[in-house]
Structure formats: C-alpha cells, structure tokens
C-alpha cells in the first residue's frame, strides 16, 4: 500500500483488491492485521504498522503490499 496516494478508497474496496493477491486460506488473518493499521490510535503508528506489514509481507504476497 502506497502513503502516497491521490485516490483514497473506502476501506472495504481498498480490501477486496488487497486481498485479491492473498491465498483463500490466508485472507482472513491478513485481513486481521490490515485492520491493525486503520484501528491504531495515532497515525504515527499506522505508518509504522504499515511498514511492519510490508516489511513482513514482501516475500509472501508482493502484489498485495508493494505497489509500482
């Protein structure tokens, strides 16, 4: 996911095309942390979590964190 972004989605489809690049069987816990970002209580943290997740992420699902 992208910090910079001239088109902001609603949290529903920014998901759905999200977890359109996670297996079936991973999507929920994917979901679970993605949720992470959108709940934390500053938005400091939500870029550090965003991080967290790309940086943990890359090499399982590149097309669902890392975006050209």
Request: glycine share 0%; charged share 30%.
């Amino acid at each position: 996911f992208r910090m910079k972004c001239t088109l902001q989605r609603c949290k529903v489809h920014f998901m759905r095309n999200i977890l359109a690049y996670v297996p079936q069987k991973e999507q929920k816990s994917f979901a679970e942390t993605l949720k992470e970002i959108w709940l934390a209580p500053t938005a400091e943290f939500a870029r550090k979590r965003a991080y967290d997740v790309i940086d943990s992420y890359a090499k399982c699902f590149p097309k669902a964190v890392l975006r050209d």
